[in-house]
């Protein structure tokens, strides 16, 4: 099982970015391939880890420029 860090690097702290290239970080931090036992108590080989983005500051800015410059 393979485990990103969930944390970009400084130099990409101040960075825009794209809708695409948030799309791909997100995926980059939060999807696991492996044996995941689900709540539901079935066997699943990927999971989405919501939380990796969510508390990640860089990636929560991000996404809320995006949504706000969405909703404008």
């Known amino acids: 099982m393979h485990f990103p860090s969930a944390f970009l690097p400084f130099?990409?702290?101040f960075v825009?970015?794209?809708h695409s290239e948030l799309a791909k970080e997100?995926?980059?931090v939060s999807?696991?391939?492996g044996e995941f036992r689900l709540r539901s108590g079935q066997i699943s080989?990927?999971?989405f880890d919501k939380y990796q983005?969510?508390?990640n500051p860089l990636l929560l800015k991000q996404s809320i420029k995006i949504c706000r410059s969405r909703h404008r």
């Open 11 to 13: 130099s990409q702290l």
């Open 16 to 18: 825009k970015m794209s």
């Open 26 to 28: 997100i995926v980059r």
């Open 31 to 33: 999807y696991f391939k």
């Open 45 to 47: 080989d990927h999971y």
């Open 53 to 55: 983005f969510e508390f």
